[in-house]
């Protein structure tokens, strides 16, 4: 799978977040203006941009981000590690956007993290691996991830609903010293807004024969970029470097978009950390 953010998606969101107007970047990029825009649209550019100076510019790392702009991809995740975790993509609008299934071996008790555009991949596993829905958890509540979450509360009235969003009920909110159960997996949560005012990142751990933490990230971070946050640059990304980058390395960060990474590949290949 391709990266959710190419070198121009990674140049726009840091040059909005920096403030940056585009003649601005052009020059440092050493590129005619038109020449620029091209490079933030498309991602390429006829001639090869001054990478060290645009990232001094926008707070990039400057080797990270030519890495990305010369085709650097995460490794590929073997989800077998993680038995009872799904990866669930759904299209919409022109956009792909990624929805994930976990459940307990033993009780079949299952939590379902975002919806994604159609929530139609969730139910048809539920039935098939005999599950109950119980839990469902909300990242962020932009269109693309909650698009079906009146279908899914309508199929499972009893499932607890888990968000950020301040115009939910108290009783749906979340607290920042939950600990939930899902059987013997336990969740937590922690506060990552910035792309989102409502974004909260989601911790599920004591997996069976001790896999790796898993990070339900939401659009906090992308294998090799991050969500926009024009108006809260600042706080995203130390938001991020707080509450996800400080999990241990291997844990696997699950995004709204793009592939699957782990926290020490961010650490090492993400231009804007």
Partial sequence: M??????????????????????????????????????????????????????????LDGKKLEAVANGWL????????????????TEGRGMIVHSYLVWDEVTREAALFDTGWDATKAFRLIEENQL??????????????????????????????????????????????????????????????????????????NWPEDAPHVAVVGDAIFAGSMGGAPLHGDMARQKVRDQILSLPPDTLLCPGHGPLTTVAEQRAHNPFF
Avoid at 136 to 147: G, V
Avoid at 170 to 181: A, E, G, S, T
Avoid at 189 to 202: F, I, L, Q, S
Wanted: net charge positive.
């Fill in 132 to 205: 109950q829905l119980t839990h469902l958890f909300i990242t962020h509540t932009h269109a693309d991830h909650i698009a079906g979450l009146e279908t899914v509360r309508a199929k499972f009235p009893k499932a607890l609903l888990h968000t950020d969003a301040k115009s939910a009920p108290p009783q749906h909110r979340n607290r920042r010293n939950d600990c939930l159960h899902l059987g013997s997996l336990r969740i937590t949560n922690r506060d990552t807004p910035g792309h989102a005012e409502d974004g909260v990142t989601y911790i599920i751990g």
């Fill in 74 to 89: 995460p490794a590929a995740v073997d989800l077998s590690r993680w038995r009872h975790l799904r990866w669930l993509s």
């Fill in 2 to 59: 391709n990266l959710e953010d190419h070198t121009g998606d990674i140049l726009r969101k840091a040059r909005l977040m920096a403030k940056i107007e585009p003649a601005v970047a052009a020059r440092a990029a050493g590129l005619a203006e038109a020449d620029y825009a091209i490079l933030e649209e498309a991602g390429q550019s006829a001639q090869r941009p001054d990478y060290a100076a645009l990232a001094r510019l926008l707070k």
